[in-house]
């Protein structure tokens, strides 16, 4: 067993990493608490501009698969070089004050890297949410068309029979291991971009035997900056205010959706994600709980070995804390018990794994620049610790390439073993002393496996509650590379019938760990751990609104040789509208309600029926036909288009990037608030209801800010989530009810008992996600609860446990979390949460038609 461990902590003004005590100011920084969105660290309300939202919801992903040009026919060899037009001078990158190469700078010096010779090569893999080019840059030895289609061959052979690449000699001998690089992917952490240019054209000059030799047997991947937006702002989010290491289980940013392609594309075998700032310099592998749908014995076999390469390159560059302030390196494996762990697949590296990475790293380097240090040093002392964090950040990937180098074979190999446990569906391999010789301490406590499923079926038919939310989750499962087949006739399986057009989703499959990962409840890890980094639970099956069933047990060749079931590349669309009569809309999704925004905005007399859903007139059919194919929506007939008169809802909106982002997909008219915004002085004229989450604090409102402010509640409604907005509620007293927090931390998915009698939560699934839980005791006479949480301990994943600053899950349970009343709707739940539970939108969307 490990010995005992530091809980790896942060606290106001005080670091603590085992022994070391760091004071304020210093060159350091330690792994912070979470930064969420809507945390005690970040209260801001958002304010990110409505057309990097549009670009975020329309930019496609441009990178090239490795053995095809452009337009999918003739193939292409390396190098792959492309002149790139340059961006226009702007002093105000933030990057300039630190001695770094700004934005602007970067296309002139990939420009000149392709011209060192024949190694380097450069292409734009999709433009950022602020509309500047991504760059992937390719550095290996020069290719011939014939070879890259031998390269590529072989890259597909290891994904989709493993078995035979496992045993085939050209594989072994020639097959060129994919190492990916990711920089910057938080906007202010800046200088993998620095290190990864300089790394390039080292390798595009270098002349010895060694390197020649790399290049001969690897391709080297640069993601020369993830985040340009950031980078240029200074900021760790990009231009919605995401931070893209957030995202990668939603995929809600282009920026995250190159990366994705990136990995998918050219499958690496190893992976390092740089970032900033931790000192000493901490190198992954990570704490407990590890992900449980990882081959967690392959991958912590080879991260572990590498970050001891790392270790030693780093400490070898003969920085002290003495000398420049860089204190000796870290690994969490090693080093700490708990605090910063790799559960979630929302981390780059975490999410790599599923992709084939048998070592994949997030290395923080040593010195901080970020935030207040970059506000209040001199522009010398930043210089001088982003020279150093270079240094560090080019010894980590020297170090990277060398393991790479000399254990080759090795890392494909076990590449290989990852896809063909999935493929066959063999168990995985619990680590030990055993399993995993050569990593000192592995205990029990880092045992994380889980029982795969043997299938997911998304049924068509009655048996689904959304064809859009179906069709959209398949299209998410296959845009991750996961295989989905379509039924073309009835079927049975396991005990229950199907009708034609289900999908199924095999769980033998080389990529098994992401799609159970995707939709699979989760696990409730409360009792393994004592404090999580970020999200512990996440569950595409539950929170996105398509039915879907877990098969345990089956015969599934029979049920897909029954179904005649095909392997599809897109969902089939879903999108429908009835021939004859007025028409009925279910307002169940995004999409939905984006379809009834637009409606509105055109002039459509909507109306809200009895069960919630949306009449439209037979007059509006040919609108409907247009949103239909746009949005994917259905609109059946009608028998009853009595209801309640619609209008076009004008929201402000003090709330988080997530919300912001989450309320402009559903095609609402949004005007972003705060305490700030309010006190300039805001025209309530431009709003119908307000929508608070964060940001807007009625007690810090000058006296006229906040007699408009009451003066607007007073004949206008309020939809108020989490503690800010049950803070807003009691000030100005819309609603009797006393809020109740529990655990600031605690986050998951949770079972819900909705009210179904056609209001706001009709309809929605029976899970739903919090974070910061909150529900509502001491109700008054005309409160209507429109959801609780269920009986008992409602947690199905995640971790929440009762804390000195919350009450646990059986605390909330049986208790409402979504109230209403004539002129307030408050939610204890987190239904828009990064742009993540998409089934739980409409909740939010219904809330805000109702008060308004």
Request: net charge neutral; charged share 20%; aromatic share 6%.
């Amino acid at each position: 067993m490990r010995l005992p461990r530091p809980v790896l902590i942060a606290v106001a003004g005080v670091t603590v990493t085992g022994s070391l005590l760091l004071a304020p100011h210093s060159a350091t920084a330690d792994r912070r608490p979470p930064l969420r969105e809507g945390s005690a660290r970040d209260r801001g309300a958002a304010a990110t501009p409505l057309n990097a939202a549009r670009q975020a919801l329309t930019t496609p992903v441009t990178v090239v698969p490795s053995g095809l040009s452009p337009s999918g026919s003739s193939p292409r060899g390396y190098p792959r070089e492309q002149l790139l037009a340059p961006d226009p001078e702007n002093p105000a990158d933030e990057s300039i004050r630190l001695g770094l190469i700004p934005y602007h700078a970067i296309a002139p010096r990939l420009n000149a890297l392709q011209r060192l010779g024949d190694r380097v090569s450069v292409e734009v893999t999709g433009r950022s949410a602020g509309g500047r080019r991504l760059y992937l840059v390719t550095v290996t030895a020069p290719e011939s068309a014939g070879r890259t289609r031998a390269q590529e061959r072989m890259r597909a052979l290891i994904e989709n029979a493993p078995e035979a690449a496992a045993g085939d000699p050209v594989v072994r001998a020639d097959y060129k291991i994919p190492v990916f690089f990711d920089s910057n992917i938080h906007g202010n952490e800046w200088e993998g971009t620095d290190a990864s240019l300089r790394l390039i054209e080292r390798l595009a000059k270098a002349k010895d035997g060694a390197t020649a030799d790399l290049l001969a047997h690897s391709r080297l991947y640069f993601d020369i900056t993830a985040n340009p937006d950031g980078r240029v702002a200074g900021t760790r989010a990009n231009a919605n205010g995401f931070d893209l290491n957030r995202d990668f289980v939603t995929a809600s940013q282009p920026e995250v959706r190159a990366v994705r392609q990136i990995e998918i594309d050219k499958q690496p075998a190893v992976m390092l994600d740089l970032h900033g700032y931790v000192n000493g310099t901490l190198v992954e592998p990570a704490t407990p709980p590890h992900g449980e749908n990882y081959e967690y014995d392959l991958f912590l076999k080879n991260t572990y070995a590498n970050a001891l390469g790392m270790e030693a390159a780093v400490d070898a560059l003969g920085h002290t804390a003495a000398k420049d302030g860089v204190e000796a390196a870290q690994i969490p494996f090693r080093d700490q018990r708990e605090g910063w762990d790799d559960w979630p697949p929302v981390f780059a590296p975490q999410y790599a794994a599923f992709h084939g990475a048998v070592a994949a790293h997030t290395v923080e380097l040593p010195l901080t620049v970020d935030n207040e240090a970059y506000e209040s040093l001199p522009a010398g002392e930043l210089r001088r610790r982003a020279a150093v964090n270079v240094d560090v950040a080019g010894a980590a990937m020297r170090a990277t390439l060398a393991y790479a180098r000399s254990h080759r074979r090795a890392l494909v190999a076990d590449q290989i073993e990852v896809f063909r446990r999935g493929a066959s569906g063999a168990a995985q391999v619990p680590v030990s002393a055993r399993t995993v010789p050569g990593v000192a301490g592995i205990g029990p406590e880092d045992v994380y496996t889980t029982d795969f499923p043997r299938a997911y079926v998304i049924p068509a038919g009655s048996a689904q509650r959304s064809a859009t939310a179906a069709a959209r989750l398949v299209g998410h499962l296959l845009a991750n590379d996961v295989r989905v087949t379509r039924a073309a006739h009835a079927f049975p399986l396991a005990g229950r019938s199907y009708a034609r057009g289900s999908y199924l989703v095999d769980l033998h499959q080389p990529k098994r760990g992401l799609a159970n990962v995707l939709l699979a409840d989760g696990r409730d890890i409360s009792d393994r751990v004592s404090t999580m980094y970020d999200i512990s639970g996440w569950s595409l099956g539950r929170l996105w609104g398509a039915s879907v069933v877990r098969v345990r047990a089956g015969d599934l060749p029979a049920a897909t040789a029954a179904a005649a079931a095909r392997a599809v590349r897109a969902a089939a669309p879903a999108g429908y509208v009835a021939p004859h009569g007025d028409l009925r809309l279910r307002l169940d999704t995004p999409q939905a309600i984006a379809a009834l925004n637009s409606l509105l905005r055109q002039g459509v007399p909507v109306r809200r029926r009895a069960d919630g859903s949306a009449a439209v007139p037979s007059s509006a059919r040919p609108r409907a036909t247009a949103l239909a194919r746009r949005y994917d929506v259905v609109f059946d007939a009608a028998t009853d288009t009595r209801g309640t008169p619609l209008h076009r809802v004008r929201v402000a909106a003090a709330v988080t990037p997530g919300e912001l982002f989450a309320l402009r997909e559903m095609d609402f008219d949004v005007v972003p608030v705060s305490t700030a915004v309010l006190d300039a002085g805001f025209d309530w004229s431009a709003a119908d209801v307000l929508f608070v989450s964060a940001g807007l604090d009625r007690a810090r409102l000058s006296p006229a800010a906040r007699a408009a402010l009451d003066a607007f509640l007073g004949s206008h409604g309020l939809v108020g989530r989490g503690a800010s907005g049950a803070a807003l509620n009691s000030a100005t007293g819309l609603l009797a009810a006393v809020p109740v927090e529990g655990d600031v931390e605690a986050n998951g998915v949770v079972r819900v008992v909705n009210s179904e009698d056609g209001g706001i939560t009709s309809g929605a699934p029976d899970h739903s996600f919090v974070y910061a839980p909150v529900w509502f005791t001491g109700l008054g006479p005309h409160v209507r609860v429109e959801q609780a949480y269920a009986p008992g301990d409602p947690l199905v994943s995640g971790h929440w446990r009762p804390t000195a600053h919350g009450g646990g899950p059986t605390a909330a349970g049986g208790h409402a979390c979504v109230i209403s009343g004539p002129h307030a709707v408050l939610f204890g739940t987190e239904p828009l949460f990064r742009d993540h539970p998409k089934g739980e939108f409409p909740q939010v969307a219904k809330a805000l038609l109702t008060v308004s």
